[in-house]
């Protein structure tokens, strides 16, 4: 292996991929290296889920920006991970450009996704690791000539009781919202 390259090890225990990235630093790469694995779980209830959504407006289309914090605080420390039961994100079906990624714990570089069709929506089918982790799933609508869109979002799994943040570009962006109590 070249010394300039980095390297990534990958370790499967119980179905669940655990990476680490070696730095092109030879000195590290001759080490010994670690990789601390969880035992799973398919209980969620010690994951605290937050949600919000941007929405960015171009002159030809929407951007949506789906961001998911999640707090595994269980304890012992596991990996959630239940592959009968994936979490789930709703993404429209004319969106476009459809774009995911994970990123666990302390990692600096987020795992990109394939985002299988799932029953409802987009399966997220990886674990969700002990510690902090943020999902993003983006996507785009058509809107020519910024003409007026409408659009179907879904709550599929969040836990937020206080509702959904929604951010906008530019902030002029005029929405309407239908459906939701508030």
Do not use: C, W
């Not at 999640?70 to 039961?85: G, H």
């Amino acid at each position: 292996v070249s010394d300039n390259v980095p390297l990534l090890v990958q370790a499967n225990f119980m179905g669940i991929n655990y990476n680490k990235i070696i730095p092109p630093v030879n000195d590290i790469q001759n080490k010994v290296q670690e990789i601390t694995v969880f035992n799973s779980t398919k209980n969620v209830n010690s994951i605290d889920i937050k949600s919000l959504m941007q929405i960015i407006r171009t002159k030809e289309e929407i951007i949506i920006n789906k961001i998911y914090l999640f707090a595994n605080s269980s304890n012992p420390p596991v990996s959630y991970f239940n592959p009968d039961n994936f979490f789930e994100i709703y993404v429209p079906s004319e969106a476009l450009g459809i774009y995911g990624q994970l990123t666990q714990n302390n990692s600096k570089m987020g795992i990109p996704l394939t985002l299988p069709q799932g029953k409802k929506g987009k399966a997220i089918d990886r674990a969700i690791l002990p510690g902090s982790s943020e999902l993003q799933v983006t996507y785009s609508l058509p809107a020519k000539n910024l003409a007026d869109i409408e659009f179907e979002d879904r709550m599929l799994f969040e836990q937020n009781k206080k509702g959904l943040v929604v951010f906008l570009k530019p902030k002029d962006i005029q929405i309407k919202i239908h459906g939701a109590k508030e």
